[in-house]
């Protein structure tokens, strides 16, 4: 299994402005993932993009995959309060077994 | 489905005493694992699991132990607690078909 790195590593902005993470990754993957997590909570699963698409979107998220570049971003549009958390992502390789993470994004929104 | 639960929530323990971290999942996942997350780091992987009866050592694998009787359960224990587990325990399990991750809510230990 391998790491993606999340860059930047910490990220404020103002509220209503969008946020955009990247990930980078080293080898061919079967999907990467993005999740978040709240301070000293768990981490929640946010979107999963697969290897053979170029971009998702799930309600104010849009994920992008360039598999040329191995990488990946994340953008939240409008950002809320709710959304300062830490955001990791986790490429999986083909028949990998298990997820292995980054240090993340800290994401800050400021009121 | 209750999903990955974990227990306890918080334990405190004294250097050298042993315990066992709970870790259980209701959606008959295959893959099942235990990762450790230090203030301001990122996630380790300490232990995972493959299937019943299977499991296999992460990046952070010393002081702990694991075994997966069962596929719901996969308890991970320290066996002589040290300052250095101090941390915040995380449990998941992986839908095989999908690659998605669920995990627990994890346990704060604190080693004195």
């Known amino acids: 299994s391998q790491q993606g790195e999340e860059d930047p590593q910490a990220l404020s902005i103002q509220e209503g402005e969008n946020a955009t993470m990247n990930c980078s990754y080293k080898t061919s993957i079967n999907n990467l993932q993005w999740y978040r997590q709240n301070s000293g909570r768990g981490l929640v699963h946010l979107i999963l993009i697969r290897s053979n698409e170029r971009e998702k979107h799930s309600g104010r998220l849009r994920v992008t995959l360039d598999t040329s570049k191995k990488s990946s971003s994340l953008l939240i549009t409008a950002s809320r309060a709710a959304d300062t958390a830490s955001y990791f992502c986790?490429?999986?390789?083909?028949?990998?077994?298990?997820?292995?993470f980054g240090q993340g994004t800290r994401l800050t929104i400021n009121p | 489905n209750a999903g990955v639960t974990q227990t306890p929530k918080f334990q405190v323990l004294k250097t050298g005493q042993s315990m066992t971290l709970q870790c259980a999942q209701d959606?008959?996942?295959?893959?099942m694992s235990w990762y450790r997350q230090d203030p301001g780091m990122g996630l380790r992987l300490i232990h995972y699991s493959v299937g019943a009866g299977i499991t296999d050592q992460g990046e952070v694998p010393n002081g702990y132990n694991v075994s997966r009787s069962t596929t719901e359960d996969f308890p991970l224990r320290l066996l002589s607690a040290a300052p250095s587990q101090t941390s915040v325990y995380f449990c998941?399990?992986?839908?095989?078909?999908?690659?998605?991750?669920?995990f627990g809510p994890g346990t704060r230990l604190t080693v004195t």
């Open positions: 998941a399990s992986i839908a095989a078909s999908r690659g998605e991750q669920y």
């Open positions: 986790a490429p999986l390789n083909q028949g990998a077994q298990k997820l292995v």
């Open positions: 959606m008959n996942h295959e893959y």
